[in-house]
């Protein structure tokens, strides 16, 4: 029985390369190790196309038009996400430093500040995050192929429902996540390293399909609409500047926080950079600027409420003109491109970055495609569709979210440029051994913990009043507070756990040596001392390596 227990064991472990130079270890496995050199493939074009998917999606128009619904006038909204544009993209490059030059991901990176044990925190938090991000870029996916099927059969966007009104659901939404679900779990097992073409397909289909509802918007408006003249109907025009900026933050910030999770496949150094300072803030721009004037065009066009997502705008474009051909034609295009869209952006932004976490916490046993599929599962049984239901909440999730990511990003930023001086022991992420470095005591970094409180706890009353708000906006300090979450949040979590590392020093400070597979592939390091010691040893490289990981 024992033997036949330990052999089930052995078969369900995670596949390794062949002849590898690292064992599937309590911190090890191919997907956590740093990036050999072969299977760094993307250049700047490639990072291009990344953010083109990341900027330039559902999330993005969405963000933008229900700014519109908050009370902001459309000038002022596209002014809130050109700033948070930019800021995403200078976040980004922050975050992501560190993947450009040792290679790693944020799972692994995170044990440098938080301790081998303590990083489990910040992964799971991030874990839990991006299901919900799953829960609603799947459910999106899902009305959208209810969308595209609804216009080649309109009987089908007709179809009774038989899910009670309270639940949010319709059974054509329902039908359409399980066919947009069954398209997107093969589309897990492609390697990261060969997602260029995909990226670039998705962009072309979903541009494609922005620029035709925009056409279609001005023409039939005569322009950009009545409402992008209006003046603001919010009471207060800059706290409401700044909540969009913090919503935009919220956003993206679960996917600037793990920009290392993709950097470390460039394959040269600031290869990621320029898409990050220019394709970022260009695509969340344009795309939010074009939402925000579809929003406003269609409302001349089509009456009614403001239209703030591009898919419930299709839908009511196919009622409004009576389901012609013509019009169910153009509908069936444009579908296809928010469909492919949502496929991309759930790859892009969840799946590689969360199958990794989950790869974090249990190595042996999980690798990034084992772990996206468990996110698939979570992210599902969250019940998206109820926390979308209205544009209000919609923006009210977004910006609770970056609470609790704010600080996390915060101790990252100052744990690598400030205290290590992007520095790292690569060998001391992947052991256990208690002389290591990063091990502090007992597996926990306390200067983390602290910083990571002291950035939390002021943002919370805020959340708490925003989120249980149902009438008229409550506008007191703590909520005017909370309204600049990420900033808040990332200022304070940086200055303390600067300050604690600093009075109260970690060991191996300015220690920096490469990862032992390094020294087998032969590779040039940045580390001139730490490379000549392993280039001596490039025969014993493999050894060597398996002996330490495992340990």
């Not at 970022?280 to 009614?304: F, M, Y």
Request: aromatic residues 14%; glycine residues 10%; neutral net charge.
């Amino acid at each position: 029985m024992g033997r036949n227990w330990d052999h089930l064991k052995q078969r369900l472990q995670v596949p390794k390369d062949h002849d590898s130079y690292y064992e599937n270890t309590t911190w090890c496995n191919r997907d956590l190790i740093p990036m050999p050199p072969e299977r760094r493939t993307f250049g700047v074009w490639g990072y291009f196309g990344y953010w083109t998917v990341s900027g330039s999606c559902i999330s993005a128009w969405s963000t933008g038009s229900t700014l519109l619904a908050f009370g902001l006038t459309p000038p002022q909204a596209i002014g809130v996400v050109i700033v948070g544009g930019v800021l995403t993209g200078l976040l980004a490059v922050a975050c992501g430093w560190m993947g450009e030059v040792h290679h790693i991901g944020f799972t692994v990176a995170s044990r440098s500040s938080w301790g081998m044990r303590g990083s489990y925190f910040p992964v799971i938090l991030r874990v839990f995050v991006a299901c919900m991000w799953f829960g609603m870029q799947a459910f999106w996916g899902g009305q959208a192929t209810r969308v595209l099927w609804g216009a080649i059969i309109p009987g089908f966007a007709h179809m009774k429902n038989y899910f009670s009104e309270s639940s949010h659901l319709l059974t054509n939404d329902f039908i359409g996540l399980l066919i947009w679900m069954i398209v997107f779990v093969p589309l897990v097992l492609v390697p990261p390293e060969r997602l260029q073409i995909p990226f670039a397909i998705s962009f072309v289909l979903f541009a494609g399909s922005c620029f035709g509802i925009l056409i279609w918007a001005v023409h039939n408006a005569g322009g950009p609409g009545t409402m992008f003249y209006e003046t603001s109907t919010g009471d207060d025009v800059g706290w409401a500047f700044m909540f969009g900026i913090t919503a935009i933050l919220g956003a993206w910030g679960a996917g600037t926080l793990g920009q290392s999770d993709w950097t470390r496949y460039a394959n040269r150094r600031f290869a990621p950079t320029l898409s990050q300072l220019v394709a970022a803030p260009i695509t969340i721009s344009v795309t939010a600027t074009i939402g925000i004037i579809v929003t406003s065009a269609a409302r001349d066009v089509l009456g009614g409420d403001i239209l703030w997502n591009p898919i419930y705008l299709l839908a009511e474009v196919q009622e409004h003109y009576d389901s012609s051909s013509r019009v169910r034609a153009g509908v069936f295009f444009a579908s296809i491109g928010l469909v492919s869209s949502q496929l991309a952006i759930s790859v892009v932004l969840n799946s590689v970055s969360t199958g990794m976490d989950m790869a974090g916490l249990c190595p042996r046993y999980i690798n990034i495609i084992r772990g996206s599929y468990i996110m698939a599962i979570i992210g599902i049984a969250t019940q998206p569709w109820q926390l979308l239901n209205t544009a209000d909440k919609f923006l009210k999730v977004l910006s609770g979210f970056g609470v609790f990511m704010a600080p996390a990003t915060g101790i990252l930023l100052a744990d690598y440029h400030v205290v290590r001086r992007a520095k790292l022991k690569l060998n001391d992420l992947y052991t256990s051994d208690r002389a290591a470095i990063y091990w502090f005591s007992g597996g926990l970094n306390w200067r983390a913990v602290v910083a990571f409180v002291a950035g939390v706890w002021p943002l919370l009353p805020g959340l708490v009043e925003t989120v249980n708000t149902t009438g008229a906006s409550v506008e007191n300090g703590w909520v005017r507070l909370y309204h600049l979450t990420f900033i808040i949040g990332v200022a304070i979590s940086f200055v303390v756990f600067w300050a604690c590392s600093h009075f109260f020093a970690p060991d191996g400070l300015g220690q920096e040596t490469p990862f032992l597979g390094d020294a087998f592939h032969g590779e040039a390091a940045d580390i001139s001392a730490a490379q000549d010691e392993s280039s001596e040893n490039e025969g014993d490289g493999k050894k060597f390596a398996k002996e330490h990981v495992s340990a």
